[in-house]
């Protein structure tokens, strides 16, 4: 156990603390006239197809959860909750960095170094989206009033990014209805690791009886658990720690009964001071070499020369104006936010591969003093975004309800990766030719680009009868991306200021019925469309690459590369049962996609590009249950099965299929099955104290983290003869095993107060989550990994 981080949790408390104390303030006149209402005859109310109605009554695959309901079950993260939700599934690549995919709809895992690759699932807080492909931010889940899961196309109303579903934070909204506040505190201890912690806080301060404010603070700090062992064979302790620090502010001006104005500020960093990484192994550290020291690494170990770290700046900045016309309401929501991201790792094993190997820069490979010398990759995304949509919508109940709009996005993205070697120009006398990369840098990159993008939608609802409904939806959208590459260096083909662009439109059109059979009873159909915009490819690294290699993947890498399409085509029911005690719901499902993006690492040249699969299609079925069975025992079970394989391939001038782009293979890092189940006991214990607990139990199934994983595994390698191994070749399993976590939380609680104890991931089980891999397996092989049992405590205080 380390005290670093315990430094880290005093210093967020201080913080998150401070900016509570300095935002409460005496309350002024209130009333009650815009108390905001979240459960209805215990349904959530969502907003799914921007309109308030009942979950029960959205007449395609929705889940909402609760903020009660997280917190019941121990939910603190996306992740966490995904594995409560039929059908999605989020692959943690750490804090700030995780890959959402819904419905079995993926094309492998995005990197750090693939910005132009769009997202799969749109993810929006509130109105606004936030959704950035690797980079969704990791938002902490205090203060919401739920989380909707949209399952299947949202092209309609979401437009691009939503081509398998919609994320959807939603926040509470400062209300006039009365002073109140939350505190709320915990301590965590990660098995085999360190301290971790939690503090947050809100206040809602009514400013008479037209305004209110609402600020909400949080720290946390992630409890590393993962050692780093050193050159000479020391061991730097949990360095996978780190802090999450923040505020959301937001402003509600209600000038008159049909005007509303809320502007809102989110401000939020990550300072992370490595990766939840297990190297199995690693190039400079390893049991075969025979003229270097041999080093085994255990569990939860990685070997690392430096010191890596994650760092994510993130600002949101909206406003959402809202006018009641009577039978019309207008909503402008205008957004725009600012993304600074640093991905600063240790790539010195990927360049000592190079460096060190025969044939590249020397016949016999360069010496040890060199292809060992510190390598730090730093990658740097800058991110601006500005965003508008406006929209019209019918209000109150009628016959005929509808809403149409337009949207239109700006977006600056700079994207540049530096690889400086200090000492390898002096050693060797090579030194790039670069004009961007002088003495030293090996690789150098900056790609910015900006993407503007144009849509116009409409969707509306016709009662035909007393029991069936037809919806018609359509959405227009028009983008164009340019972009200027620069790549120099060693490692580059020498690129400067080289323009490129793409544009391209695309339209998604929706139709749902609907028949209420009883009450009680809804049977839904649907056919949708939604879409993922295309790109533009990065360069091959030629000099890095073998003959066969640059021949190969030359020939299948097109400048640019097509929007991805899925039509999806699904039939489910709805049930309230016993009374209010209880529902289910199911669906299933059929998704043809055509021009799916999927990612190819081109073997020794250390790139990647998009190829686009002709054809692919995702088969499945998810149901979801809950039920009160006593009044102080409730149950709810979720499952999914996903059948989603390539049904065309990708293959070379010879015919044969590559990297795994083959007629028949899954899609990658979703598994066939998932399922959940959550068990809640609740009980007074005192006339004014109650007891509770809550277990929940998650299984995921197998998966593969990229289409290729699927030929030749276990795979087998040949080694690049540094250190004088003792193998010729090694051979890694490339399936990710299916995994089961239980969490139980357990506590007692007041009319105002709570205070539970909770054991995560109670069997420690080791989690593979993706595999991690540098040059094809032959510099470093290992798997991302989950974080370890955890025992704590929270306890929250309402004001």
């Known amino acids: 156990m380390k005290i670093r981080n315990l430094r880290r949790i005093a210093c967020s408390t201080v913080s998150a603390l401070a900016l509570l104390a300095c935002a409460a303030a005496p309350a002024f006149a209130q009333d009650t006239s815009t108390a905001t209402v979240v459960v209805e005859q215990d349904e959530i109310v969502v907003t799914a197809r921007k309109r308030s109605e009942g979950l029960f009554d959205v007449p395609f695959s929705v889940n909402a959860q609760s903020e009660q309901q997280l917190r019941d079950r121990g939910v603190t993260t996306l992740e966490e909750l995904s594995k409560n939700v039929a059908g999605f599934s989020v692959q943690n690549l750490g ?103 939690e503090l947050k806080g809100m206040l809602n301060i009514p400013l008479g009886s037209k305004a209110a404010f609402r600020i909400v603070g949080f ?83 990685q070997f690392t020369q430096l010191e890596e770290r994650f760092e994510d700046e993130f600002l949101l900045a909206d406003v959402n104006i809202q006018y009641d016309f009577g039978p019309v309401a207008l909503t402008s929501v205008t957004t725009y936010s600012d993304r600074d991201v640093l991905v600063y790792r240790d790539a010195t094993q990927l360049t000592g591969s190079i460096t060190g190997q025969p ?72 030194a790039s030719a670069g004009v961007r990369a002088p003495e030293d840098h090996l690789y150098f990159s900056t790609v910015p680009y900006t993407l503007k993008q144009y849509a116009v ?4 609802t016709l009662t035909l009868t007393d029991k069936l409904d037809a919806t018609v939806g359509v959405r227009y959208s028009s983008f164009e991306e340019d972009r200027k590459l620069t790549f120099d260096g060693l490692f580059a083909v020498q690129t400067i200021d080289v323009p490129g662009s793409v544009e391209d439109d695309d339209v998604a059109p929706r139709v749902i019925l609907s028949y209420k059979a009883t009450e ?9 469309k939604g879409f993922r915009l295309g790109g533009i490819n990065d360069p ?88 009160r069975l006593t009044e102080a025992f409730d149950v709810a079970l979720s499952a999914s099965y996903n059948n989603s394989e390539l049904t065309s391939s990708v293959t070379d001038a010879g015919g044969a299929p590559i990297q795994g782009l083959r007629d028949g293979n899954r899609l990658p890092t979703v598994p066939e099955f998932q399922a ?33 994983d699927q030929e030749g595994n276990p795979r087998t390698v040949t080694l690049i003869p540094i250190g004088a191994p003792t193998v010729a070749t090694l051979t890694f399993p490339l399936d990710l095993p299916d995994y089961q976590v239980i969490n139980i939380r357990a506590g007692v609680k007041g009319v105002d107060w709570e205070l539970a104890g909770f054991i995560n991931n109670v069997g420690d089980e080791r989690a593979e989550l993706a595999v991690d891999r540098e040059r094809g397996l032959r510099a470093r092989y290992g798997v991302l990994t989950n974080q370890p049992r955890t025992v704590g405590v929270t306890l929250r205080k309402s004001f």
Not at 520 to 527: E, I, P
Not at 541 to 560: E, S
Request: charged share 20%; aromatic share 10%; hydrophobic share 40%.
């Open 540 to 627: 091959l690294n030629a000099p890095l690459c073998g003959a066969a290699d640059l021949a190969t993947f030359g020939a299948i890498r097109k400048d640019t590369f097509a929007n991805e399409t899925a039509w999806n085509y699904e039939a489910g029911m709805k049930a309230r049962l016993g009374a209010g005690r209880g529902s289910f719901s199911m669906a299933g499902f059929y998704s043809d996609i055509e021009n799916l993006q999927a990612t190819i690492d081109a073997g020794n040249c250390s790139s990647r590009i998009i190829a686009n699969v002709p054809s692919a299609r995702s088969i499945g079925a998810e149901a979801e249950l809950s039920y």
């Open 219 to 301: 720290a946390t700090g992630f409890p590393g658990y993962i050692d780093a062992v050193q050159p000479g064979g020391g061991v730097n302790e949990d360095v996978n720690g780190g802090s999450r620090t923040g505020v959301r502010a937001s402003l509600m001006f209600q000038p008159t009964p049909a005007l509303t104005i809320t502007p809102r500020v989110l401000y939020q960093e990550i300072d992370v001071d490595g990766f939840n990484r297990i190297d199995r192994f690693n190039i400079l550290a390893n049991p075969f070499t025979t003229t270097r020291p041999a080093v085994t690494l255990g569990d939860l170990q």
């Open 520 to 528: 009680d009873l809804t049977f839904n159909a649907q056919a949708a």
């Open 359 to 430: 044939g590249v820069f020397d016949p016999a490979g360069l010496p040890e003093a060199v292809y060992t010398l510190n390598a730090p990759l730093a990658d740097t995304t800058k991110l601006e975004t500005f965003t508008q949509e406006l929209r019209l919508a019918s209000t109150g109940e009628n016959r005929f309800d509808w809403v149409v709009g337009a949207f239109y996005s700006d977006v600056d993205r700079a994207y540049a990766q530096d690889l400086t070697v200090a000492g390898f120009t002096a050693l060797t006398g090579i």
């Open 457 to 460: 939608f409409g969707e509306g």
């Open 95 to 197: 804090p700030g960095q995780s890959q959402v995919a819904i419905r079995g709809i993926s094309a492998g895992q995005i990197v750090r170094d693939q910005p132009g690759v769009k997202e799969q699932v749109g993810v929006y807080l509130d109105e606004s989206v936030i959704s950035l492909s690797l980079f969704t931010p990791d938002l902490d889940l205090f203060d919401l009033q739920r989380v909707e899961v949209l399952r299947g196309p949202q092209g309609t109303l979401y437009g691009s990014g939503s081509l398998a579903g919609t994320v959807r934070y939603i926040t509470n909204q400062p209300s006039t209805a009365g002073f109140e506040g939350t505190i709320e505190s915990t301590v965590n201890y990660v098995e085999e690791g360190e301290l971790g912690g």
């Open 676 to 708: 959940a189940a959550s068990f809640a006991y609740e009980a007074p214990v005192t006339d004014t104290m109650r007891g509770f607990a809550n277990l929940t139990y998650q299984f995921v199934g197998e998966r593969f983290t990229q289409v290729s």
